[in-house]
């Protein structure tokens, strides 16, 4: 089993930055990918980024550019540094993780709102 525990969501106006953590706990040793999903009210998840074990990295196309991923290994932890935000960021944003054996945990999820 993992366990992810997921901070820094909140409000922040057009323009401003945020920086997200998922810190994981438990069979982190099974951990392969780390990355981040959101979900608007009314739509589906989507991808927003993910970083493999290896470091390989891959984002959704609206966060291109403007958005960044990293991991600390040591730390079992997973970031995302969201700059140049917008209204249409606004989501709950979950942490997920994949494990070497294909399973999907996720975190419980954390609001971030974007004021226009």
């Known amino acids: 089993q993992v366990q992810l525990v997921e901070s820094g969501g909140g409000l922040v106006q057009t323009g401003g930055s945020l920086r997200l953590s998922c810190a994981a706990s438990?069979?982190?040793?099974?951990?392969?990918?780390m990355g981040w999903y959101r979900q608007a009210p009314g739509k589906q998840r989507e991808l927003v980024a993910s970083?493999?074990?290896?470091?390989?990295?891959n984002y959704g196309d609206s966060v291109k550019g403007r958005f960044a991923i990293s991991r600390d290994n040591a730390k079992n932890t997973v970031y995302l540094q969201m700059n140049s935000l917008k209204p249409e960021d606004t989501a709950v944003y979950y942490c997920?993780?994949?494990?070497?054996?294909?399973?999907?945990?996720w975190g419980q999820g954390t609001q971030v709102t974007v004021s226009s």
């Open positions: 970083i493999s074990s290896g470091g390989s990295t």
């Open positions: 997920n993780t994949i494990t070497f054996g294909g399973r999907n945990y």
């Open positions: 438990g069979s982190t040793f099974r951990i392969n990918v």
